[in-house]
């Protein structure tokens, strides 16, 4: 089963630096049938403008996962942790008991679009942590790469929920990402950049689907695109 979440029904949020949109209540967006999917609470897609940014403040007991489209991030916590987030790279920061950070755009000059989730933990009261990894290309590209799982896998980072992520892009030309959920699970498809089909249905940038007792999933662009999909329990 295949249930279609338009990307165009996403609530907003928009300042003179941020422009947001979520796929899930967030903020001032509040819809009740809209609280999450599994353990999966946030999806939200911002771009902020140049020299922009979100000043300290904090979190708690979340998985906090943040994926840079286009441009740079630059990201600041209270763990002593001071890096700059580009496309290709993860950062998993789990707030447990407690974490403050701060979230700016890197460059004076030039936007920064990305993807920040975030994960309900499987429990709460965990120490706080980042760490944040680099993906070369070629495990991206055509392929669906493993970035973040419970056990730490294949490479990818260790979280603290039954969830796994992948990631993945097609090249100018298109081509096909393919999927196998396993027994008992369902998915959760979101669509970075592109157009891409879902089986016969068009999904575009900012679309998502819902995918529940499907054995293989197949995902097929016909030019440059880059999805996620967020395999998680029932």
């Given at each position: 089963?295949?249930?279609?979440?338009?990307?165009?029904?996403?609530?907003a949020t928009r300042m003179t630096w941020l422009d947001s949109r979520h796929s899930f209540s967030f903020g001032d967006f509040f819809d009740p049938t809209r609280m999450g999917f599994g353990p999966l609470r946030v999806i939200n897609e911002d771009r902020v403008a140049p020299g922009g940014g979100f000043p300290t403040h904090g979190h708690r007991d979340m998985e906090i996962l943040t994926w840079?489209?286009?441009?740079?991030?630059?990201?600041?916590?209270?763990?002593?942790?001071?890096?700059?987030?580009?496309?290709?790279?993860?950062?998993?920061?789990?707030?447990?008991?407690?974490?403050?950070?701060?979230?700016?755009?890197?460059?004076?000059?030039?936007?920064?679009?990305?993807?920040?989730?975030?994960?309900?933990?499987?429990?709460?009261?965990?120490?706080?942590?980042?760490?944040?990894?680099?993906?070369?290309?070629?495990?991206?590209?055509?392929?669906?790469?493993?970035?973040?799982?419970?056990?730490?896998?294949?490479?990818?980072?260790?979280?603290?929920?039954?969830?796994?992520?992948?990631?993945?892009?097609?090249?100018?030309?298109?081509?096909?990402?393919?999927?196998?959920?396993?027994?008992?699970?369902?998915?959760?498809?979101?669509?970075?950049?592109?157009?891409?089909?879902?089986?016969?249905?068009?999904?575009?940038?900012?679309?998502?689907?819902?995918?529940?007792?499907?054995?293989?999933?197949?995902?097929?662009?016909?030019?440059?695109?880059?999805?996620?999909?967020?395999?998680?329990?029932?």
């Amino acid at each position: 089963m295949i249930q279609i979440v338009d990307g165009g029904d996403r609530g907003a949020t928009r300042m003179t630096w941020l422009d947001s949109r979520h796929s899930f209540s967030f903020g001032d967006f509040f819809d009740p049938t809209r609280m999450g999917f599994g353990p999966l609470r946030v999806i939200n897609e911002d771009r902020v403008a140049p020299g922009g940014g979100f000043p300290t403040h904090g979190h708690r007991d979340m998985e906090i996962l943040t994926w840079v489209l286009d441009g740079a991030l630059a990201h600041r916590d209270s763990l002593g942790s001071g890096a700059v987030i580009r496309p290709g790279e993860l950062q998993a920061m789990r707030a447990g008991t407690g974490i403050r950070h701060s979230e700016f755009n890197a460059s004076a000059e030039e936007p920064v679009h990305f993807l920040q989730i975030w994960i309900v933990p499987e429990r709460q009261g965990l120490s706080p942590g980042y760490v944040q990894k680099a993906f070369e290309p070629a495990e991206l590209d055509g392929r669906l790469q493993l970035l973040v799982s419970q056990d730490g896998r294949d490479g990818s980072l260790s979280i603290a929920q039954d969830t796994d992520l992948w990631a993945g892009r097609t090249g100018d030309n298109g081509g096909v990402l393919w999927h196998r959920p396993g027994a008992g699970r369902r998915a959760w498809l979101q669509v970075a950049r592109g157009a891409v089909r879902l089986g016969e249905t068009p999904l575009q940038a900012g679309d998502a689907a819902i995918i529940e007792a499907e054995e293989e999933i197949r995902i097929d662009a016909r030019a440059a695109a880059e999805v996620l999909l967020f395999d998680l329990p029932q």
